[in-house]
């Protein structure tokens, strides 16, 4: 399989300020990635899909202002929570696919994002 | 609308039970469906990956079945154990690579 690679995997934050997650694919060309958020005891959520090279498409709901989605290359995708609140606290995770991974995504260990 | 349902959505059982985790997706044109598990503030564990041509996969003490034509998979574990404890998730995945997960069933497994 595909080995993903999240950082950080865990970051509180001052409320107003922003944080950046990145989601590294480490053995292939990642096409497309995926963020989801998961809220405590919920199921995940997806929140947009990034392909390589073009701007992300949000889901319902999902604000692209506050959530910046960066797919520059083929190996990296970046999630930035500009001016997080409290309530941006949650498990954010991302996965990849690509060519040659028959159907088959890879999700990241998750990063957990705590805004006090 | 693709959805995924779990049930339960919590389960305790002592140790040593065998045990069946439920899963149903209303749309059944999926790619592939995928067992994960997960522990309490931890990232995913992809346990089993069942394609859709496929109807069932197996893993140790854990085998996932898929009926395409009813919606349904089951995640079968065997001879439970403590270290089994954690929230499972059931996720289908559909054109485009985009991946709906049912909302999991927490297991506690009791020494």
């Known amino acids: 399989g595909a080995v993903v690679s999240q950082h950080p995997s865990w970051v509180i934050c001052k409320s107003g300020t922003s944080v950046k997650i990145e989601c590294r694919s480490l053995d292939f060309q990642a096409t497309t990635m995926f963020w989801y958020r998961q809220f405590p005891k919920q199921s995940l959520m997806l929140m947009a899909t990034?392909?390589?090279?073009?701007?992300?498409?949000?889901e319902q709901g999902v604000e692209k202002d506050k959530f910046l989605i960066n797919h520059a290359s083929l190996t990296l995708s970046t999630l930035t929570v500009t001016s997080a609140h409290p309530e941006d606290s949650s498990f954010y995770i991302c996965?990849?696919?690509?060519?040659?991974?028959?159907?088959?995504?890879?999700f990241g260990q998750g990063t957990r994002l705590t805004v006090v | 609308k693709q959805e995924v349902t779990q049930i339960p959505a919590a389960l305790s059982v002592p140790e040593g039970e065998n045990l069946v985790l439920n899963c149903s997706f209303t749309d059944s044109a999926i790619y592939n469906l995928q067992w994960f598990r997960q522990d309490p503030g931890k990232g995913l564990t992809s346990l089993l990956l069942?394609?859709?041509?496929?109807r069932e996969q197996t893993s140790g003490r854990l085998n996932a079945s898929l009926d395409k034509s009813s919606g349904r998979s089951t995640l079968y574990i065997a001879a439970s154990q403590p270290g089994d404890s954690a929230t499972y998730l059931c996720?289908?995945?559909?054109?485009?690579?985009?991946?709906?997960f049912g909302a999991g069933t927490r297991l506690f497994v009791k020494a």
């Open positions: 996720a289908c995945t559909y054109g485009g690579f985009k991946t709906i």
């Open positions: 990034s392909n390589e090279g073009s701007k992300a498409t949000y």
């Open positions: 996965s990849v696919t690509g060519r040659g991974l028959n159907t088959e995504a890879f």
């Open positions: 069942i394609q859709s041509s496929q």
